[in-house]
């Protein structure tokens, strides 16, 4: 798997457990019951929107970045070789948007659907989804040549302050 989409990959996890915590901790802190029905609407409603940012994002960034190489390569370049570099990045930026759109509902069905599934037994839903936290530290230490426990603490907290917001926001409650 090449980096962008390796990329792609922990984002869309990381983005999903993180809004699933912020949308739902009040629910499952207080525990109040929550369908398997909802919970997979949510992860499926938080997957999207992730996408489409990161599609977004990820087209703008390719765009901006061949947009430069064509200045400086061919001032006077063909318009129709345009468009098609234009579509390939597009399909490039899609494909990315598709693993983070599948990852992002893996993410957000971690700490929502184990909530669901396990309700009675207090706080598993949370501590997986922070070992997941965790899991994906590990591995953007290990691609970024970063410090694996900076990154993993640094995402567990990310993942406490979204819990505590969504506590008290009460989207769910």
């Not at 598993?124 to 591995?139: A, D, K």
């Amino acid at each position: 798997m090449n980096s962008d989409l390796e990329f792609a990959f922990t984002i869309g996890t990381i983005d999903g457990i993180i809004t699933a915590l912020m949308i739902a901790s009040r629910a499952i802190l207080s525990d109040t019951a929550m369908s398997l029905d909802l919970s997979v609407r949510i992860a499926l409603g938080s997957s999207v929107v992730g996408a489409s940012s990161y599609l977004v994002a990820e087209y703008g960034k390719l765009r901006a970045e061949d947009s430069l190489v064509y200045r400086h390569l061919r001032p006077q370049g063909s318009r129709r070789l345009r468009n098609e570099v234009d579509i390939e990045l597009f399909v490039d930026a899609f494909r990315g948007g598709s693993i983070s759109m599948l990852m992002g509902f893996v993410g957000a069905a971690i700490p929502l659907i184990s909530y669901s599934l396990f309700e009675r037994i207090q706080g598993i839903s949370i501590g997986i989804s922070y070992l997941t936290l965790i899991l994906m530290g590990v591995i953007l230490g290990r691609k970024s040549g970063g410090k694996i426990l900076l990154w993993s603490t640094s995402l567990v907290i990310l993942g406490l302050l979204m819990t505590l917001l969504g506590y008290y926001v009460r989207v769910i409650s």
